[in-house]
């Protein structure tokens, strides 16, 4: 099939068809472009239709000027009614040699040379003759074109359209065949013809629920298919024609198989006024007449455009007789079966382009209307609109976007949201349904759970891909105002009471941290039926494990944990003490994360307070800051007391030094006077005896030995170095002076005198005993946790949902499109945090190793809080998402012109299916009232759901 071209390019081509038309028509009648003239959607079925039935009545009347007669045609028809039909083109050859023959062949060149006799000059001429050897073979073709029913084993089942054989002579100067001796066969292409024959008169079933678009129907598919594999023939046939008859062709004139000048009938014009104009040709298969009304093309219009398409080949034939010689294996019968041929290509080409510019007509038109291309990221801001229309206010998608905040009364300490980086990051849409949990817990460590209550969230959110589009990217994102904080737990429901969380994270003093979230969709609940359905029991029950195991991974949890009324708690203040208290909760925070001191030791108990004394809310308060001033001081002077310890070590280190390089200079100055001393000696010694050979030489007696003999060897005495290790002893020989040995002595430690240095140490052993009454945390005893618990009639048990959504999708969705969609936390983090007030906000990423970090450092501060799981944590609220994915084939635009698919009623309908399990309700009563008809007209399905439900 042909590569679509352009809107303008194939209406340029039109225009020039144009010209030929109007020389046809009568002049009554004016043929203009579809784009130009204004007509009805209905017109481009029409349109279709009439194009598709002068492309195969063209194929037809070609068909007939290359063999096929009347008679051949009504039998190939009667075949084509219950079994198939094919075109086969098969040719064999065969060369074989004929003679040799030899001849002589003289040089034109004459040479000439002169002889000297008896002194006369005589000349002779002389020429060089050769002889030529030539090989002379036949070669020889025949080919046959025929229609065939089924296999075509009788000859019955044949149908002769075209047969000859035909032979050339072909001379070589060696004796080497230049073909095969047999080539059987040469060619043999076939072709499925049935639907040509089987098809008078073309129509497309507007009502078959296959039916998308003028251009997308089943009737048109079956046409596509035919032309497919019929233009596949034609090229082999053409091509092996074009060789067999390339060296007459090079001869001929140029262009001598060119197509051009000949009509082509199929041409999507519309046609205005009215003529009487009747094709008078016989022999060609015209379009049956019928009762005609709009713009398009009339039968009577078309069976004229036949009628010229004849005639043009006719034409083309007469030219052939004339350019292309007569005898041997390509002749004008040859010449014009391959024009045949080509003109047949040129037909379905030009048929599909047709289609695709009825196509590109709805896309322009729809490009006009609204004035853009839709994007993805266009319909989902106008699926953002439609919301506000469609659900009741109760029910309404809101952004997923909440406030950390103890109370409506409560200024947030940040928020947390999942947003969509499209551009301007926003959060994305979720129909959330809002309870109580009385229970719930999440693990620690291997032997430590804390346990939790509050509001559960649970978050229903669709997203909507198209074909070309990567999907939607999420990130969680948890931002912190200044003097605030909060924890983020982010992990998978595993039961009705249990979270287990993947990654945890501090967020604090206008922190942000971005988790990227990555979506990954699991089949439909059709396409898993499908898939399972010829497997035996056993694979079965092995793929529903599985998948019962993914769609629990849909339940994505984010638990937000507050810190101030947990601290509150924990430390027996009352309520809100801590709200304004901004320096104390910074330290607490400092001494729980950083030094990790138990909170028994900061905690309020009664024995901190004066006999008789009435504790009030700011006197609890004042005496945790004076549990946490005492720490903290404390904190402080074990400070001072290590950095004054380094400080002495090191100057003992630098002393210890400074004392052992005197000892070494001490050492090297004791060798060097000893070695002068040595040296001394000896010379004194050298003297005493050359003093003493002078009174022998005067004598007459001599004594071996020189005086410069004992030089030298005193000489190489004194170059010796000396030994490093007897340095070393003479150096630790050196007794140490008093006062360097009172400064070396360590001396005591002497306390600063920094706070208030009377008050007693705290006593933990005691701390801790005062905390807790009768085993049992004192602030469990307030009446103010009371609030928390809830109904069990309120409990949902959110492990459930999956499968609950995952029926209803079943049920529902007729399109199979919905796909449940699990999130999973990605790596790449990113955490913007302002080191100090003035200081600039800097961002950077979290590796995996800082990940770990900051979960560890997390659940330690959880672990302080709740006392190792003691404590439940009351203040916490728990958003469970989940997620599906409305998966298109195809873009926005193909959808809508290619489908003939509204996407915003799918959207719809996928969007009322989960809204509906989310809040538990039918889906009735979710919609606004002015939409309910128009819902049902489009979605009858979620109505009917709700009657069977009541």
């Known amino acids: 099939m042909a590569v679509p071209l352009k809107m303008s390019q194939f209406e340029t081509k039109l225009k020039k068809a144009m010209q030929q038309v109007k020389l046809i028509l009568d002049a009554e009648k004016t043929a203009r472009l579809p784009t130009a003239e204004h007509h009805a959607y209905e017109d481009k079925f029409r349109l ?113 359209l075209q047969q000859r054989t035909g032979s050339t002579e072909i001379k070589t100067s060696s004796k080497v065949s230049p073909q095969p001796e047999q080539k059987i066969p040469a060619i043999s292409e076939e072709a499925n013809v049935t639907f040509l024959f089987k098809t008078e008169a073309f129509k497309i079933d507007r009502d078959s629920p296959k039916c998308k678009t003028p251009a997308r129907n089943a009737e048109l598919k079956e046409a596509a298919e035919y032309m497919g594999g019929f233009a596949r023939w034609l090229g082999c046939a053409e091509s092996y024609l074009q060789n067999l008859g390339s060296e007459v062709l090079a001869k001929a004139q140029k262009g001598v198989l060119s197509t051009e000048g000949i009509l082509v009938p199929a041409l999507p014009l519309m046609v205005k006024g009215n003529s009487e104009k009747r094709a008078t040709c016989q022999s060609i298969v015209l379009l049956t007449e019928e009762e005609h009304s709009g713009p398009v093309m009339s039968a009577v219009d078309g069976n004229l455009l036949l009628e010229e398409e004849a005639r043009t080949l006719a034409t083309k034939q007469q030219n052939l007789l004339e350019a292309v010689p007569d005898g041997g294996v390509f002749t004008p019968t040859e010449a014009y079966l391959t024009v045949g041929f080509s003109h047949l290509k040129a037909l379905v ?23 853009k291309e839709v994007t993805p990221a266009d319909f989902a801001d106008y699926m953002r609109f439609h919301y506000r229309k469609l659900f009741q206010e109760a029910y309404l998608p809101s952004p997923f ?238 400070k001072q007391q290590e950095l004054e310890e380094r400080r002495k070590e090191e100057e003992f280190r630098r002393l210890e030094q400074e004392m052992t ?14 070695r ?26 001599k004594k071996s030995g020189s005086f410069f003999g004992g030089l030298s060897s005193m000489a190489e005495s004194m170059a010796r170095p000396f030994s490093s290790a007897k340095a070393v002893e003479r150096c630790a020989a050196i007794p140490i002076s008093d006062a360097a040995a009172a400064s070396a002595a360590p001396a005591p430690v002497a306390s600063p005198g920094r ?75 990113r955490k913007r945090s302002q080191a100090a007030l003035l200081a600039e906000p800097k961002t950077q990423p979290l590796d995996p190793d800082t990940q770990k970090r900051e979960k560890e450092a997390a659940f330690d ?70 939409q309910t008809q128009r819902v049902m007209g489009s979605s009858p399905q979620l109505f009917l759901a709700d009657k069977e439900a009541l």
């Open 349 to 371: 080409v030009h048929w599909a382009e047709v289609q695709d510019y009825i196509e590109n007509m709805l896309r322009a038109q729809l490009v006009a209307a609204i004035g």
């Open 401 to 638: 976007s909440f406030a950390v905040r103890r109370s409506t009364l409560h200024g947030p300490e940040g928020t947390v949201s999942i947003e969509e980086q499209e551009g301007i990051k926003t959060p994305v849409l979720s129909m959330c349904s809002t309870g109580q949990t009385s229970h719930m817990s999440f693990a620690l460590n291997a032997s430590t759970n804390v346990s939790f209550a509050g509001e559960v969230h649970l978050h229903a959110w669709l997203a909507h891909q198209f074909s070309g589009e990567t999907g939607a990217k999420l990130s969680l994102v948890s931002r912190a105002r200044q003097f605030s904080s909060f924890i983020v737990l982010v992990g998978r429901v595993t039961s009705a009471t249990s979270l287990e969380p993947s990654y945890a994270a501090l967020v604090q003093n206008k922190d942000e941290l971005e988790i990227p979230l990555d979506l990954s969709t699991i089949p439909t609940p059709k396409e898993f039926k499908d898939a399972i359905e010829s497997l035996s029991p056993e694979q079965q029950g092995f793929a529903k494990a599985f998948r019962a195991m993914q769609l629990e991974s849909t339940l994505f949890g984010i638990v937000v944990i507050q810190i101030k009324p947990q601290l509150e708690k924990l430390l027996n203040l009352p309520d809100d003490s801590l709200t304004k208290e901004i320096k104390l909760t910074q330290d607490l925070m400092q001494l729980f994360i950083k030094y990790q001191i138990p909170s028994d030791l900061l905690s309020f108990s009664e024995d901190l307070l004066q006999p008789r004394e009435v504790a009030s809310p700011e006197r609890k308060v004042q005496l945790v800051k004076g549990q946490v001033k005492a720490m903290t001081d404390m904190i402080e002077l074990e």
């Open 755 to 829: 706070g208030d240095s009377s008050a007693p140490e705290p006593e933990p052993a005691k701390a801790e005993a005062e905390v807790t009454k009768d085993g049992e945390p004192a602030s469990s005893q307030r009446p103010g946790n009371a609030s928390i618990e809830t109904p069990k009639a309120r409990e949902r048990d959110y492990t459930q949902v999956p499968q609950q959504m995952d029926a209803q999708f079943e049920q529902l969705d007729p399109d199979s499109a919905l796909r449940p969609t699990i999130i999973t936390p990605g790596k790449a983090w």
């Open 48 to 160: 279709a239709e009439r194009t598709t039935a002068l492309a195969l009545a063209s194929h037809v009347n070609c068909l007939a000027t290359l063999g096929l007669s009347p008679e051949l045609l009504a039998q190939a028809r009667r075949w084509a009614s219950n079994s198939q039909v094919s075109l086969r083109f098969k040719a064999q050859e065969s060369c074989s040699f004929l003679r040799e023959e030899t001849r002589k062949e003289e040089d034109p060149t004459k040479r000439v040379d002169e002889v000297s006799v008896a002194g006369m000059s005589i000349g002779f001429t002389s020429k060089t003759v050769t002889k030529v050897t030539e090989f002379f073979w036949k070669f020889e073709v025949s080919y046959q074109l025929e229609l065939f029913r089924g296999v075509g084993a009788e000859p019955s089942d044949r149908l002769t």
């Open 676 to 701: 002068c001393l040595e040296v001394e000696e000896k010379c004194l010694d050298r003297m005493e005896v050359r003093h003493k050979e002078k009174k022998l030489a005067s004598t007459g007696k």
């Open 661 to 674: 390089r005197r000892r070494l200079q001490q050492a090297e100055k004791e060798e060097l006077h000893m």
């Open 861 to 930: 501060l959880l672990d302080a809080i709740t006392k190792s799981g003691a404590l439940p944590l009351s203040h916490a609220s728990m958003h469970i998402v989940v997620a599906a994915t409305h998966c298109f084939d195809k873009t926005v635009t193909e959808t809508v012109i290619q489908d003939n698919i509204n996407p915003i009623e799918k959207v719809e309908r996928s969007s009322l299916i989960m809204a509906s399990t989310v809040h538990q309700q039918p889906a009735a009563a979710l919609i606004n009232g002015s």
